[in-house]
């Protein structure tokens, strides 16, 4: 008879889960941000071409994939959609031990 192993989580993949969850949820509003900057354009400043410096670089790898069509960016909605995926799919802020 098959018997699963049990994996204990230690208290260091716990923190990391935890900071890869925060590090992608800034990254997420960071693309919101970009977006909204992007549509309009009297809120960009010095500010908005460091907020590039962020975004620009995951989405021009699906760009290359997925080109614009007619002026709408899909690579934004794919890339925001993926990133909303992995947020879902890690292990909760919490940990048991």
């Known amino acids: 008879m098959f018997t699963?192993?049990?994996v204990r989580v230690t208290a260091i993949s716990c923190?990391?889960?935890i900071v890869i969850g925060y590090v992608?949820?800034?990254?997420?509003?960071?693309?919101?941000?970009?977006?909204?900057v992007?549509?309009?354009?009297?809120?960009?400043?010095?500010?908005s071409v460091y907020l590039a410096r962020i975004v620009e670089p995951v989405l021009m790898p699906v760009r290359r994939i997925i080109p614009p069509i007619g002026g709408l960016d899909l690579s934004f909605l794919v890339v925001i959609l993926l990133v909303g995926w992995i947020?879902?799919?890690?292990?909760?802020a919490y940990c048991y031990y």
């Open 4 to 6: 699963p192993k049990i």
């Open 15 to 17: 923190s990391t889960w």
């Open 38 to 47: 992007s549509w309009v354009p009297s809120l960009q400043g010095r500010w």
């Open 87 to 92: 947020l879902r799919s890690l292990p909760p």
């Open 24 to 36: 992608l949820r800034i990254f997420w509003f960071a693309m919101l941000l970009y977006a909204l």
